[in-house]
């Protein structure tokens, strides 16, 4: 990836005048002293750090650092014992997952939580949940507003499914996709909520090098179209340095470093926990 | 040959979203509907009417409803037979109480009340899964069950105990219900009615609150994070489901055996309906269908058939042979093909597309 | 469990019938149709826990196998009933009952691995759900097996237990409290059976096995361990439990069709207990047993009575709502 990666430092997000217009000092999220422990487990201790409007956040550490814990609180899934969430400008202890949706948070898992009985174009549908607003005596009868609404947002997902390059899998049964257009079908469905903030875990895990820089390309063109926030776990360390804005390490639940991707790539503490050196 | 889509192009999302998008399927559904709503009184005998073709359409209706909740949510239910008993019993009063009330307003509003004990008895499932929820469904069976045999509010205070339903007509002298319906009336109303129902149901899945519950049935907890509340979604499949099963329930009493009892809606009928929809297809309308009409057909069909190798054949023995026969039949549709007979029917469709040619 | 724990359990439980007997008590000042002594109350509450053993026969067989395959066994009600079949028609041939016993046990292996074969083997991969529906194609099919080999009249299972009654503490309750002689040989059965089973998984490598693949099929099956195998050794365990059952039920209801719906008293059995516990599915049976006597006594006659029938379903949803893994079964964690 070494080629790729200096070849990209010219075209990401990293040219500074590029940066100022997309990203503002407006705070969206911010996490201040959170500490969570399942048991006798510490899974994050007190760890602080902010994600600003519009930019590119890389959440990186060892397995095991708790960086998808710390995911989990943010969109609602785990409840830290301390610490609190202010998201656009509100402060809470703890978020609720249907909450976080509502408000604009969404979301991709490792493991990807696909509807694996719904085809691809239904599971992307369900993202308009939210903003479908036709209720049940509507639907039973289906024709008349709710197959306004239902084409209304089906034009929507196409604009999406066009977007993410995805159109000839779209009546396919998620559960019948390879590992790749599944983790792309997951970005789709995040993408259909409309979000402020994207959470994505490892979105180019278990990738070749091509769907790697088609991903990549998605993130970016997401972050600059929409000016979507964007939180990233991610292991591969050419796509962190390459489109991220500013990086956050973990490691054993507790923050290493936090900076731009110069200053982590140069940090001597991050390099002996994680990056290691090139032999 | 016939059956390929070639030259058929959706220009609209409406076309390409409609039930039956291609156009064989569409001539197919009319001519099954013109069949049976046509020829089939005229030519079927009285006996397949009442003892085929009638529990056929109160089972599929059933079975639609059970569908709903296990197939579509993924919430295992157990307690249908309560929720039938339900519908049965809450029309029985309210036409006891208002015999002026149309009787379809009645099975409806007999509907809405069993939704709303569906609700109740849903509420477990808000907090437990699988087969815990199998058996909160089975405390409601039991429980309503016994509420409808020991009040004798519910039947009226009768002394006999066997209350027949009474005789009611859907307009002027079309009696369905009572000893006045004819065979072919009560037919004819149960086609109308339960494809009714059975497109509300269709366009209820196919509709954000379909994939609602399909996205709590396959990852409750992902179905969160786009905004679902799990606790509305599930509450609803319960409601819908009950209504469905409601009644089914109220049409079984009314229509089919013509007398309200309990006793018709035991766990056994819980697991026939279950039945109906694992062979039939989990998630699939038509599934209903093709379940129901397996269920109704096996035992005449197993009847005739033991019959005819031995006439002195005991009632008993062809009721062993039956079960062992329904044990098999649902292992093998579960090795085999779990997804059931709906599953079949659509390979079967894309096998036809190709046909002549194998592949 | 840790000490203090069981300290309060043991402490909790006198208290608790204490009271329930007060409330009782009331009851009756209030209610001229619900009768109440002391005495009586203890013969109910005896009467109602040693018939909580007999469910909890039935439960140790689902929790075997739920406990080894993660699937909940439907057809446990129809292998004792089965078992009991069996034994009778065998014992019917003029054989003697433990040789008939012998034989069944060999049936019910046999049975165990045709099941593995047949259903499970190629069912390997399925949800849960479906597997559990699968159960219920065998509770079917081994029914209608059994009555067709076997007829289906009511058969006597007699094999010298005594059936008459006892009478206890006479000096201390005015007519002393009855307890039958049967239902005090099955607790003595239900407890060898529970501590054989208890030494068989903690102390046996089998045992140990059985718990490996209980946790985790592909972990167990990576260490070599062989899974078809287990499985069969497990249902045939499970066939030995419900033959066990089988002979208690039967000599207590006569062997007939509605053995196999004993099946349905035990889930709330396992509810309450949790259904990988096997000494949850004894505290559950006592429970169960019990509460459900006791109630029909006691509140039965307040309400409208045949309240057997639902109280036990509904003691086991009030149980889910508050502690769904039950008293000693695992904490279920769900993890994103």
């Not at chain 2, 369905?176 to 509300?200: C, R």
């Amino acid at each position: 990836m070494e080629g790729t990666a200096s070849e990209a430092q010219t075209v990401g997000p990293a040219s500074a005048s590029g940066a100022a217009a997309r990203v503002s000092s407006e705070v969206l999220l911010s996490v201040e002293n959170i500490s969570l422990a399942f048991g006798g487990v510490k899974a994050i201790s007190d760890v602080s750090f902010d994600i600003r409007k519009g930019e590119i956040r890389a959440i990186i550490g060892p397995n095991g650092a708790g960086k998808t814990s710390m995911l989990n609180v943010i969109n609602g899934f785990y409840h830290p014992q301390q610490g609190v969430i202010t998201y656009k400008g509100e402060t809470r202890k703890q978020m609720r997952p249907h909450r976080a949706a509502k408000q604009g948070i969404a979301r991709t898992f490792q493991n990807v939580a696909l509807f694996r009985g719904m085809t691809t174009l239904d599971n992307i549908m369900t993202g308009r949940l939210l903003k479908m607003r036709s209720n049940i005596l509507l639907q039973a009868l289906y024709w008349g507003p709710n197959q306004r609404e239902e084409i209304e947002h089906r034009e929507f997902c196409e604009r999406i499914i066009d977007f993410l390059e995805i159109q000839s899998i779209r009546k396919t049964q998620v559960g019948r996709l390879p590992y790749g257009l599944q983790k792309r079908v997951e970005l789709a469905r995040a993408l259909a909520m409309e979000p402020e903030l994207l959470l994505l875990d490892e979105p180019m895990a278990g990738m070749n090098v091509e769907e790697k820089e088609d991903m990549c390309r998605f993130v970016l063109d997401v972050n600059d179209e929409f000016g979507t926030t964007i939180a990233l776990i991610e292991h591969d360390m050419g796509v962190v340095m390459d489109i991220s804005d500013r990086v956050v390490v973990l490691d054993h639940g507790a923050k290493l470093a936090d900076g731009t991707p110069d200053e982590i790539r140069n940090n001597q503490e991050v390099i002996d926990a994680y990056l290691g050196v090139a032999h | 040959m016939f059956y390929r889509e070639a030259g058929q192009f959706k220009t609209s999302y409406r076309t390409d979203q409609a039930i039956f998008p291609i156009l064989q399927d569409k001539i197919g559904l009319v001519a099954v509907l013109i069949f049976a709503a046509v020829i089939v009184p005229a030519i079927a005998s009285e006996y397949i009417l009442t003892t085929i073709l009638v529990p056929f359409l109160v089972f599929s209706l059933a079975a639609i409803g059970l569908n709903i909740l296990t197939g579509y949510c993924g919430q295992l239910s157990l307690g249908t037979g309560g929720f039938m008993a339900c519908g049965a019993f809450f029309a029985f009063k309210l036409t006891t109480a208002f015999p002026d009330v149309n009787i379809i307003i009645v099975f409806l509003l007999a509907g809405l009340g069993t939704a709303l004990v569906g609700v109740f008895f849903g509420i477990p499932s808000l907090r437990i899964k699988g087969f815990y929820l199998a058996v909160a469904t089975l405390a409601a069976q039991f429980f309503l069950l016994w509420v409808f045999n020991k009040f004798d509010w519910w039947h009226n205070y009768s002394p006999s105990g066997v209350i027949a339903a009474p005789p009611r007509a859907v307009f002027g002298d079309f009696y369905i219900t009572g000893t006045e319906a004819a065979p072919w009336a009560k037919y004819i109303f149960l086609l109308a009615f339960v494809a009714a129902l059975a497109l509300l149901a269709k366009n209820l899945v196919r509709s954000r609150i379909g994939r609602t519950w399909m996205a709590i049935r396959d990852m409750d907890i992902a179905a969160e994070i786009i905004g679902i509340r799990p606790m509305f979604a599930k509450l609803s499949a319960f409601a819908v489901s009950s209504f469905f099963i409601g009644i089914s329930g109220a049409l079984w009493a009314f229509i089919y055996t013509g007398s309200v009892e309990a006793l018709a809606f035991e766990i056994t009928r819980s697991f026939q309906v279950l039945f109906m929809i694992i062979l039939g297809g989990l998630g699939s309308i038509l599934g209903s269908f093709l379940g129901a009409a397996f269920i109704v057909l096996l035992p005449i069909v197993l009847n005739i058939g033991l019959q005819s190798i031995d006439s002195s054949i005991s009632v008993a023995l062809i009721s062993h042979v039956e079960f062992m026969i329904f044990g098999a039949l649902i292992i093998f549709f579960l090795i085999v093909e779990p997804h059931g007979l709906a599953r079949l029917w659509q390979i079967g469709k894309e096998k036809l597309r190709l046909w002549p040619f194998p592949y | 469990m840790p000490q203090r724990r069981i300290a309060i359990w043991i402490l909790a439980v006198p208290l608790v019938i204490a009271g329930l007997g007060l409330i009782f008590q009331g009851l009756a000042g209030a209610y001229p149709a619900l009768y109440f002594t002391w005495g009586f109350f203890f013969e109910a509450m005896i009467g109602g826990l040693l018939q909580g053993v007999m469910y909890s026969l039935v439960a140790l067989g689902f929790v075997l196998i739920f406990k080894a395959s993660g699937i909940f066994n439907f057809a446990q009600g129809s292998l004792v009933l089965f078992a009991a079949l069996t034994m009778v028609g065998f014992i019917e041939f003029g054989l003697h009952w433990i040789l008939a016993a012998a034989i069944t046990v060999a049936i019910m292996i046999a049975v165990a691995i045709a099941i593995e074969r047949v259903v499970l083997r190629p069912m390997v991969n399925q949800a849960p759900i479906i597997l559990f529906m699968a159960t219920i194609g065998i509770f079917y099919f081994l029914d209608g097996f059994g009555q067709l080999i076997w007829g289906s009249d009511i058969k006597i299972l007699n094999i010298g237990i005594p059936t008459d009654p006892q009478f206890f503490l006479e000096g201390v309750f005015e007519g002393g409290i009855l307890i039958n002689s049967f239902d005090m040989v099955a607790a003595a059965v239900g407890a060898v059976l529970v501590a054989v089973l208890a030494v068989f998984f903690h102390k046996t490598r089998i045992g140990r096995a059985l718990r490996a693949v209980a946790d985790d099929h592909q972990a167990a099956l990576s260490v070599g361990i062989p899974l078809k195998t287990i499985w069969a050794i497990v249902w045939s365990v499970a066939g030995i439990v419900a033959l066990v059952a089988g002979i208690m039920w039967g000599g207590k209801l006569g062997v007939q069709f509605s053995l196999a719906l004993i099946a349905f008293k035990a889930l709330p059995v396992l509810i309450l207990g949790g259904f990988t516990s096997i000494p949850g599915a004894i505290v559950g049976g006592l429970i169960i047993g019990a509460g459900e006597q006791v109630a029909e006594v006691f509140l039965g006659p307040i309400i409208g009575g045949a309240i057997q029938d639902w109280f036990a379903y509904m003691l086991a949803m009030v149980f889910l709502l508050f502690r769904p893994q039950g008293l000693f079964g695992e904490k279920i964690i769900e993890r994103v």
